[in-house]
């Protein structure tokens, strides 16, 4: 590779803009420029320089800020087009189904709804090309972080004490002249600027104050944690790493944990609870007027069981682990697993009663309960009256070909067909018992069963999550956050001091950014020391900014 | 007298007192050559005193109703708008100390007020917390978020000055229109206020049955005239106007008129008072801001952002995973408010990086620095009324 040699005889790497010794511009940009481009120290940087191989080039494109920015743009536009309709996951059936989703973008949204679905964008964020999108900006902030972040420390790290004149006459604070005793001063100004706890070197008449380098490696620290934060959300997708399971559990349930072999839970009630003006404070009576009901409390409360370790497959001697309240905010945790209260179902069927009575006298003899969970085949009520369940239809949708019809497994709308047998009727009676429906599909019957009663319970749903990536993820925001901090509060100051040839002194300060308090300080060193003023090089109002008396009183 | 109207005097209090403050900021602005000046110190002075003095009232508010309801007053949209300016103003306070200029404050507290003037627009009945809310987290990440919106929002009060100052109004131009545009757009918050505000001195009333988008039976009570129907809409108040035309469920009409009432009521403000001064609005604010230095205006935008964004991303995100962890099983689920807090997330990502690499400053930073407060008050007002994920309030 070929390399620059400066007038001071230093060999610079090719692409260089500011002599690395004494930092004399060298390129013919840096020179047309009235200030120095201070951004990485004028050190030539990997993308500047490679420009030739396939390597070089995607190298190249990842490196360019110009695309970083574009990057982060369009995943800026792209998350924003996901909010216009909720997305799969938010509509009724969660997107499972795709003719159901269609059909919802369609029903609720019209021709945009299904335009919009059919492009894809009512799964936005888990479609190939966002992704895409997040990975080249993963991809991006690797590279640019090397191809800058080294050349700048390598340059801060051997940064020369007394750099060419033309190098302060470039910053944009500097100053120059004549001074009494140059010697005095910059002994002076050393004093002031150790004081200010500034890092001071001297050689040949010059001085560097440095404080905060520590400072120029946030951006690479926190670029840092955003790829270690990426790459625990990539984790997410290796199997064993994440589990997302939901289920529903009834009151006095036991059910195997979803997602969780080995553990199991009970549920020992649900609760649900309102504001009423009765139970809350009277500061809130005005709003619960106003809104109505208000929910205070979603509550399930479990005992949860672990099979012992190496127990048999299948064994039933769980050991009760620990009885819990799971409240919204309070998940369940437990071996890495968090189990939520999500979801539930008040007064779901349990068990139904019914009674045995003939249809003319009205004269019962007996009555039976039907678990929902359990029932029976048969149903003795002694006296020679029995009561036998020849089906049982859940969730009763009407018939199809004359036959009944359960849409789920779950008891919402349960319906019988019983054959009951007297001692009047030993051949026995058919009848079809749903919810406010008895039909006697094989002729009049002299009996019918009446409902009496029905028993309920509620049903919570719950959320069972496992996530090993947030050790990661936690460990790659923490990162994160350290550089922000660290870029962000904390400034990288430097001073330049020195004696120049015909008894004056020169000055120059620079720093990353926050340029009023890096005033301020070379003000307190200006006026301690005796340096010639300074001026911003940069601030073309300031000549008329100057404090002035425009008013007298 | 108990808390809670205590609580509410106390906000009244603050309100006046930035009215004050900014009377007094814009005496010292006035008086002055540049911003060195003598005058500028000594009014200023006065007008920090008293933006100071409206704070510690409106932190008084903030207090009395924490200690009235037991939460932290941030669970609504008249609470959170209401915290939000007060923020705002104590960044604006904060930036006084850090440059000691009147500016700041001249400008930061009547965007305050309009922002205080909005939020008590909203039902301000202190409610208990639905379950979602019972959490420290409400208090961590609500509060911390705000501020961070809050600090970056200062870089749009600087932005708004540097363009003002800046931007030719003799000469037409793309800028001088969009600049207007900012203008107009605070009008038509006004126009929301003054028209909320007398509709509901006259007690207008309009109730109406409706279905909704889960086909449910519905109703919904309009305090406006109905320019649009909800759904299948039935009438039950006697003697108020039809709506012009019924709105399809997804749409929630009532939000819709009231919209469109505000921009009704903040065209025809701002043609008034265009008409009665015979000046753009831009051109009736730029003496205000002329004696600023641009130089300065940047560094303060600048600096809000690099003290903002931290804050931002702590509160408005790593926060906000933590308690989406604890209440929803997942630190991250694509809700719109998440997504827009991680839009103006990247969009001031955006805005670092191409003042840093591509040396946006000055007059691009500033048109940047006023869009970003456009997407946070985006986020504030259009998410949670319009979008309505998880976060919707009220």
């Known amino acids: 590779m070929s390399s620059i040699k400066c007038e001071c005889g230093h060999l610079n790497p090719e692409g260089t803009d500011i002599c690395q010794n004494c930092g004399r511009p060298l390129s013919t940009e840096e020179k047309s420029k009235k200030l120095a481009d201070m951004r990485y120290d004028g050190a030539a940087i990997r993308s500047k320089t490679h420009q030739r191989t396939v390597v070089d080039k995607i190298w190249n494109f990842f490196s360019s800020v110009k695309i970083g920015v574009s990057i982060i743009i369009a995943i800026l536009v792209a998350a924003a087009v996901g909010t216009i309709l909720p997305q799969v996951f938010y509509i009724p059936g969660g997107g499972a189904n795709e003719a159901q989703t269609a059909q919802y973008y369609e029903d609720n949204y019209g021709i945009f709804g299904q335009i919009y679905n059919a492009l894809g964008l009512s799964d936005l964020y888990g479609s190939w090309w966002f992704m895409t999108l997040v990975g080249m900006l993963g991809i991006s902030l690797v590279v640019v972080s090397l191809d800058r972040g080294i050349p700048l420390y390598k340059s801060l790290k051997n940064q020369r004490v007394d750099r060419h004149p033309s190098f302060l006459k470039r910053q944009r604070?500097?100053?120059?002249?004549?001074?009494?005793?140059?010697?005095?001063?910059?002994?002076?100004?050393?004093?002031?600027?150790?004081?200010?706890?500034?890092?001071?070197?001297?050689?040949?008449?010059?001085?560097?104050?440095?404080k905060g380098r520590w400072a120029r490696w946030g951006p690479y620290v926190n670029h840092l944690g955003l790829i270690i934060f990426l790459f625990g959300v990539m984790l997410r997708a290796l199997p064993g790493f994440y589990?997302?399971?939901?289920?529903?559990?009834?009151?006095?349930?036991?059910?195997?944990?979803?997602?969780?072999?080995?553990?199991?839970?009970?549920?020992?009630?649900?609760?649900?609870?309102?504001?009423?003006?009765?139970?809350?404070?009277?500061?809130?009576?005005?709003?619960?007027?106003?809104?109505?009901?208000?929910?205070?409390?979603?509550?399930?409360?479990?005992?949860?069981?672990?099979?012992?370790?190496?127990?048999?497959?299948?064994?039933?001697?769980?050991?009760?682990?620990?009885?819990?309240?799971?409240?919204?905010n309070k998940p369940l945790k437990h071996e890495g697993f968090h189990i939520f209260?999500?979801?539930?179902?008040?007064?779901?069927?349990?068990?139904?009663?019914?009674?045995?009575?003939?249809?003319?006298?009205?004269?019962?003899?007996?009555?039976?309960?039907?678990?929902?969970?359990?029932?029976?085949k048969d149903y003795d009520l002694g006296n020679g009256a029995k009561v036998e369940l020849l089906d049982y239809y859940p969730d009763f949708d009407g018939f199809e070909n004359g036959e009944p019809q359960t849409k789920t497994p779950v008891p919402n709308n349960p319906a019988f067909l019983f054959k009951m047998t007297t001692p009047e009727t030993p051949e026995g009676e058919t009848s079809f018992v749903a919810i406010r429906q008895t039909l006697?599909?094989?002729?009049?019957?002299?009996?019918?069963?009446?409902?009496?009663?029905?028993?309920?319970?509620?049903?919570?749903?719950?959320?069972?999550?496992?996530?090993?990536?947030?050790?990661?993820?936690?460990?790659?925001?923490?990162?994160?956050?350290?550089?922000?901090?660290?870029?962000?509060?904390?400034?990288?100051?430097r001073f330049w001091i020195r004696k120049s040839e015909n008894g004056q002194v020169m000055v120059a300060g620079h720093t990353s950014k926050n340029w009023v308090a890096l005033q301020r300080e070379l003000d307190a060193v200006t006026e301690y020391a005796g340096l010639p003023a300074y001026t911003d090089q940069r601030d073309k109002e300031a000549q008329t900014d100057k404090p002035e008396g425009d008013s007298k009183s | 007298m108990n808390l809670v109207d205590l609580s509410g005097n106390l906000l009244f209090t603050a309100f006046i007192a930035y009215l004050a403050g900014t009377i007094l900021f814009g005496g010292a602005v006035k008086g002055s050559k540049n911003e060195a000046s003598a005058s500028n110190k000594r009014w200023g002075k006065l007008g920090i005193t008293v933006t100071i003095i409206g704070f510690l009232a409106h932190l008084g508010y903030f207090i009395t109703r924490w200690m009235a309801s037991g939460h932290a007053p941030v669970s609504n949209m008249f609470e959170f708008t209401t915290a939000f300016g007060m923020l705002l103003v104590g960044a604006a306070i904060l930036f006084y100390f850090l440059y000691k200029t009147p500016l700041v404050g001249l400008f930061a507290l009547p965007i305050a007020?309009?922002?205080l003037g909005y939020a008590a627009m909203f039902p301000r009945d202190i409610q208990p917390l639905i379950p979602a809310l019972q959490s420290h987290w409400l208090t961590i990440h609500v509060i911390t978020a705000a501020l961070g919106e809050a600090i970056l929002a200062i870089s749009a009060v600087v932005g708004l000055i540097y363009l003002l100052k800046n931007i030719d109004l003799t000469k037409k131009s793309k800028e001088r229109k969009w600049l207007e545009f900012i203008m107009y757009t605070l009008v038509v918050v006004l126009g929301f206020i003054v028209i909320t505000v007398g509709f509901r001195a006259a007690g207008y009333e309009a109730a109406f049955d409706y279905v909704d988008k889960n086909d449910m039976q519905a109703e919904v009570v309009y305090h406006m005239p109905p320019l649009f129907g909800m759904n299948e809409y039935n009438a039950k108040t006697e003697?108020?106007?039809?709506?012009?035309?019924?709105?399809?469920?997804i749409i929630n009409a009532k939000t819709l008129t009231t919209f469109t009432w505000s921009v009704i009521a903040g065209t025809i403000l701002y043609f008034l008072i265009r008409l009665i001064t015979r000046r753009r609005?831009?051109?009736?604010?730029?003496?205000?801001?002329?004696?600023?230095?641009?130089?300065?205006?940047?560094?303060?935008?600048?600096?809000?952002?690099?003290?903002?964004?931290?804050?931002?991303?702590?509160?408005?995100?790593?926060?906000?995973?933590?308690?989406?962890?604890?209440?929803w099983s997942r630190f991250w689920g694509w809700d719109p408010k998440e997504v827009w807090a991680l839009i103006t997330w990247l969009f001031y990502a955006a805005y670092l990086h191409l003042r840093l690499s591509r040396g946006w400053e000055g007059r691009k930073?500033?048109?940047?620095?006023?869009i970003g407060f456009a997407i946070i008050m985006f986020n504030l007002v259009a998410v949670n009324l319009v979008i309505a994920g998880l976060h919707s309030y009220a």
Do not use: C
Not at chain 1, 173 to 200: F, S, T
Not at chain 1, 282 to 310: C, H, K, W
Not at chain 1, 452 to 477: C, M, Y
């Open chain 2, 365 to 370: 930073s500033a048109w940047l620095a006023v």
């Open chain 2, 239 to 249: 003697g108020t106007m039809d709506p012009l035309a019924e709105m399809p469920p």
């Open chain 2, 113 to 115: 007020l309009v922002i």
């Open chain 1, 440 to 493: 006697e599909p094989l002729g009049e019957n002299t009996h019918k069963l009446a409902f009496q009663k029905a028993e309920t319970r509620d049903v919570s749903g719950l959320t069972i999550r496992k996530d090993k990536t947030i050790p990661v993820i936690v460990l790659g925001g923490t990162i994160f956050m350290i550089g922000l901090v660290q870029g962000s509060y904390f400034n990288h100051r």
């Open chain 1, 173 to 210: 604070l500097y100053g120059e002249g004549q001074v009494d005793d140059p010697d005095a001063v910059m002994k002076k100004a050393a004093e002031k600027l150790k004081e200010q706890r500034y890092n001071i070197r001297e050689k040949n008449g010059a001085l560097l104050a440095e």
């Open chain 1, 243 to 328: 589990v997302d399971e939901s289920m529903w559990i009834r009151e006095g349930e036991i059910l195997a944990v979803k997602g969780a072999p080995g553990l199991y839970l009970e549920n020992k009630g649900f609760t649900f609870d309102v504001y009423t003006q009765e139970n809350t404070d009277e500061v809130f009576s005005e709003a619960i007027d106003r809104v109505g009901t208000v929910a205070s409390n979603y509550q399930t409360d479990v005992a949860l069981y672990e099979t012992p370790e190496g127990a048999l497959p299948g064994s039933t001697n769980a050991e009760l682990v620990k009885e819990y309240s799971i409240v919204v």
């Open chain 1, 341 to 376: 209260q999500m979801d539930f179902k008040l007064d779901e069927l349990s068990a139904m009663t019914f009674a045995l009575e003939n249809k003319e006298t009205g004269e019962s003899l007996g009555e039976l309960t039907v678990n929902l969970d359990d029932p029976q």
């Open chain 2, 281 to 327: 609005i831009a051109e009736l604010v730029k003496p205000l801001a002329v004696k600023a230095n641009s130089q300065l205006m940047d560094e303060i935008g600048y600096r809000s952002v690099l003290i903002g964004f931290p804050v931002f991303t702590l509160g408005a995100l790593i926060f906000a995973m933590i308690w989406a962890h604890e209440a």
